[in-house]
């Protein structure tokens, strides 16, 4: 156990429609970064939050948004679904002030299905 | 560009020792991840390498040597719990991570 926690675990969604998933990090923890993990391929980086900002992304569109919250909780919204999204949507959290200052702990994920 | 490389699927047999090798090319790095996936699961740490050497883990241990953009994880006395998913993961610079695709090992009895 990491104490990094994802809702939901599960969903399941048509083209078009909007999500949002939610992600309580590590206590003591600010920093949140999203991955999108398709079948059989490693954990591809979204963005990164540190401090309520953005922090850093990586290549995927501006429909893939987030927000983090004054207690390092976050959000992954994706607007106008596509197929492609259908994929494990990974929460990881980490700390500057830790021992193992780069390290990362993931969540238990929330699997998206696009029909 | 930025590249990671790590043999698809590896077999192996319960009590044997594996060694799972993965070369990368990245533009930035400050430290090397593996991290084990069992199937439906979110990766967990395994070790993190940041100058050359063998970090030794109980039955893992890695090795990293930068110049040659390469390290292996090295798995003792395999047990059968064991078979999962294996990610080489780079720190190219600040938080941001860049995984290969992961090794499938598989342990026989």
């Known amino acids: 156990e990491t104490g990094v926690t994802q809702s939901p675990t599960h969903l399941i969604k048509t083209r078009g429609q909007q999500v949002t998933l939610r992600c309580s990090s590590q206590?003591?923890?600010?920093?949140v970064s999203w991955y999108q993990q398709a079948l059989g391929q490693g954990p591809q980086f979204i963005f990164q939050?540190?401090?309520?900002?953005?922090?850093g992304r990586g290549n995927f569109p501006p429909r893939f948004s987030g927000l983090q919250f004054p207690n390092y909780s976050s959000e992954l919204n994706v607007n106008a679904l596509e197929l492609d999204d259908s994929a494990l949507y990974l929460c990881?959290?980490?700390?500057?002030?830790?021992?193992?200052?780069?390290?990362?702990?993931f969540g238990p994920g929330t699997r998206l299905t696009v029909l | 560009g930025q590249n990671i490389d790590q043999p698809t699927e590896m077999t192996a047999t319960e009590g044997a020792i594996v060694q799972i090798n993965c070369t990368y090319q990245?533009?930035?790095?400050?430290?090397l991840f593996w991290y084990q996936q069992h199937a439906g699961e979110a990766p967990t740490f395994l070790s993190y390498?940041?100058?050359?050497g063998l970090e030794e883990k109980g039955r893992f241990s890695s090795f990293l040597s930068r110049s040659k953009g390469y390290s292996y994880l090295l798995l003792k006395e395999l047990q059968m719990k064991d078979s999962a998913s294996y990610l080489c993961?780079?720190?190219?610079?600040?938080?941001?991570?860049?995984f290969g695709a992961g090794t499938r090992l598989f342990v026989k009895a």
């Open positions: 939050y540190y401090r309520e900002e953005e922090n």
């Open positions: 206590s003591g923890h600010n920093t």
């Open positions: 993961a780079i720190n190219t610079g600040g938080f941001k991570t860049i």
């Open positions: 990245t533009s930035g790095f400050n430290g």
């Open positions: 990881a959290s980490s700390s500057l002030t830790s021992g193992r200052r780069d390290t990362q702990y």
């Open positions: 390498n940041v100058l050359d």
